[in-house]
């Protein structure tokens, strides 16, 4: 072999000495869990002023109107959200000026099909758009954003005369004495006649 590589070799070898203390391998480090970062909890500030209206018969739209403190919203459209079921919406604006805003309503004066509600936003307004459920007779009028009467499980799918009981109702709250005494009469003449067995639909035809 060249003298080069024989000294090479040389060089790398170490011997050992019989008995000599062999060095321990290092022992693994157990790493410090790292903890987990507390997550900050968003404040909200109610939105209070806020408008709606709903498309003219046969309608399929109601328009919830956001724009007071909504100058340049739109800027910012990416931390907007909505969430929907059948009887609620859940708007949230985060980080918006330095502070976060939450527009939450249950208890809609109807149900509202979740899947084809949405939320727009605009430069200086937000337009949440309540898409109406629409019934066997199509789409019903709503007489406010809120109802207010809680709903029960009964509904007017499982009682047909139920939704018509509900706009009478709404028209006995919103009417006046004359229309009140009218209504109550008919309706107290529809609630005898389910006693009896009847639907009671007949107890409206002097209105």
Same mark, same amino acid.
């Given at each position: ?111 509202? &099909?979740?899947? %084809? ?5 605009? /430069?200086? $307004?937000? =337009?949440?758009? +309540? ?50 005494? &009218?209504?109550? %009469? ?5 609630? /005898?006649? $389910?006693? =009896?067995?009847? +639907? ?8």
């Amino acid at each position: 072999a060249p003298a080069s590589v024989a000294a090479a070799d040389k060089a790398a070898y170490v011997p050992i000495t019989p008995g000599a203390p062999v060095a321990p391998a290092p022992q693994p480090v157990r790493l410090a869990n790292a903890k987990p970062e507390p997550v900050p909890t968003t404040e909200f500030v109610p939105i209070e002023s806020f408008g709606w209206d709903q498309d003219p018969y046969p309608g399929r739209w109601v328009s919830v109107y956001v724009l007071q403190g909504m100058d340049g919203v739109g800027a910012v459209k990416e931390r907007v959200s909505c969430k929907f079921t059948e009887t609620s919406f859940d708007l949230t604006i985060r980080d918006f000026n330095g502070r976060s805003y939450r527009l939450y309503k249950n208890n809609l004066d109807k149900e509202i &099909v979740p899947a %084809e509600s949405k939320c727009v936003v605009k /430069q200086n $307004r937000i =337009t949440v758009k +309540l898409r109406k459920k629409e019934g066997q007779f199509g789409t019903e009028h709503w007489t406010d954003l809120t109802s207010k009467r809680r709903r029960t499980e009964k509904d007017s799918a499982s009682d047909p005369s139920a939704g018509l009981m509900d706009m009478m109702r709404d028209l006995y709250d919103d009417g006046d004495d004359q229309t009140r005494k &009218v209504i109550g %009469e008919a309706m107290l003449k529809s609630q /005898q006649s $389910r006693g =009896t067995g009847g +639907l009671g639909d007949d107890s409206f035809d002097g209105l």
